[in-house]
């Protein structure tokens, strides 16, 4: 079982649309978990850290479950800028991270 | 502006030749991070190091080593270049737990 599970998509969306993603880790004694994005051939990029009691930026919403170990980013008002590539990320000891194998979005005109 | 940077960003190689991909950032950041990352596998940890003179083997360590002489070089370099370490490779860095990342490098060994 991988330690960070996130359902690779494509997640085809149109313009507008509000869209959800899950992750879900295996090790409980997790203790920082983020969303990165990349798109296409670049490097990843901090999108949001996830916090025990929710987080918003703007059109983006992290939540994190710790009791049924998930975490969940949703995107409102998707734009076409929004297609990436989402990746979830998860430390568990030191400073390092281990990253899901991510999701697909793609935003339709 | 701080920043990470990474060189080259494309190289091709020959089989069994040495290759150094440098990795440099101005931070000023302890952690430093090697990744590689193919299609079906995702994002990979090669290496890492928490400060001057510590290095640390990840989850794909074979074949690659680093150094890490000052706080901002982390170079790996693969000994004896093959076939299937044809790749893209990130660097990174970090104060704590939040990671950022180097453009990449395109490595091919033919």
């Known amino acids: 079982r991988k330690e960070v599970e996130q359902d690779p998509g494509p997640f085809n969306v149109p313009e507008g649309a509000t869209v959800a993603f899950n992750c879900t880790y295996s090790n409980s004694a997790s203790q920082s978990f983020f969303w990165y994005r990349q798109d296409c051939r670049k490097e990843p990029k901090l999108l949001m850290s996830v916090y025990s009691s929710g987080n918003e930026d703007g059109r983006f919403t992290a939540q994190l479950n710790r009791a049924s170990q998930y975490i969940s980013l949703l995107i409102r008002d998707s734009k076409l800028s929004d297609s990436a590539t989402y990746l979830c990320v998860v430390n568990y000891a030191g400073n390092m991270l281990t990253f899901g194998g991510g999701t697909r979005l793609m935003v339709k005109p | 502006d701080a920043e990470i940077t990474q060189s080259p960003r494309h190289k091709i190689t020959e089989t069994g030749r040495q290759v150094t991909l440098a990795c440099h950032q101005t931070?000023?950041?302890?952690?430093m991070f090697w990744y590689r990352q193919d299609l079906g596998h995702g994002l990979r940890l090669i290496h890492y190091?928490?400060?001057?003179?510590?290095?640390n083997k990840g989850e794909v360590s074979d074949g690659y080593s680093v150094s890490r002489s000052n706080t901002e070089d982390l170079p790996l370099t693969l000994e004896s270049a093959a076939s299937s370490q044809t790749s893209v490779y990130f660097c990174a860095s970090s104060k704590d737990y939040e990671q950022y990342f180097g453009p990449g490098t395109r490595l091919t060994v033919t």
């Open positions: 190091s928490y400060g001057v003179h510590d290095t």
């Open positions: 931070w000023n950041h302890n952690n």
